[in-house]
């Protein structure tokens, strides 16, 4: 993608001059609690459906694009102060999210990926941009809704669906340093209620409950059941 594409992205997503349609490959979004198993899955899941239908993308932003690195210095320049500068422009990261997806999607089919599989994509979009907006949620949903009107929806998003106890004790065994908070059970239990929540908001896309419980093969198999509904050539014919 050359620099005028990039422009032309970049208003789109800001004026919406146009629908953004749908992305070239589908996608899917692998949500859950820290220890569910995310990454893990994201990994045996993609060589097993890369078997049957191609090349498999991996998204995680912010990606290594031109966008994602913009994104990660900003986050980590201690002389930027990235928390006050989301709080004076909280549509600064939805934004740049959204193109940085965009880009994603878009070098990912240019590169004959078939499907992508994401990590923690549009709940941890919605859950760390939210509270920049103001003290009233529903009217910040609101806002934030309409600043990521141009993020693509996945087209499911996997839920690793696993118990408190248990996501606590897997952080615990594989962590070597400090927790951080968010892998605090009392932590756990909140953001728990909080990704559901949003899941109930965000009802239009099809979400799928992964019992994340039993061995690595047992639950990759479950998984991998699901999206092989999606990828057994219903639709998704685009070309580029």
Known sequence: MDGLDELKLILNCIYNESDVGEPLIPFFSFEGLPGAGKTTQIKLVSSELTKIYGKCAYIDLPTKSGIGQILKSVYTNKEIHWNDLRLKCPWFNPLMITLDLHLALKNAALSGAKFALMSRGILSTFYYNL???????????????????????????????????????????????????????????????????????????????????????????????????YLSGKGYRKTI
């Open 131 to 229: 509270d920049a907006y103001g003290n009233s949620e529903m009217q910040n949903w609101k806002l934030l809704e309409n600043h990521l009107r141009g993020f693509y929806k996945p087209t499911a998003i996997i839920y690793m669906d696993l118990p408190i106890e248990e996501a606590h004790k897997r952080v615990v065994i594989r962590n070597r340093g400090p927790l951080r908070k968010m892998d605090s059970v009392d932590q756990m239990h909140k953001d728990q209620y909080k990704l559901n929540e949003f899941l109930h908001r965000l009802n239009t896309i099809p979400t799928h409950f992964i019992d994340a419980v039993g061995s690595q093969v047992e639950v990759t198999n479950r998984i991998v059941n699901i999206l092989q509904g």
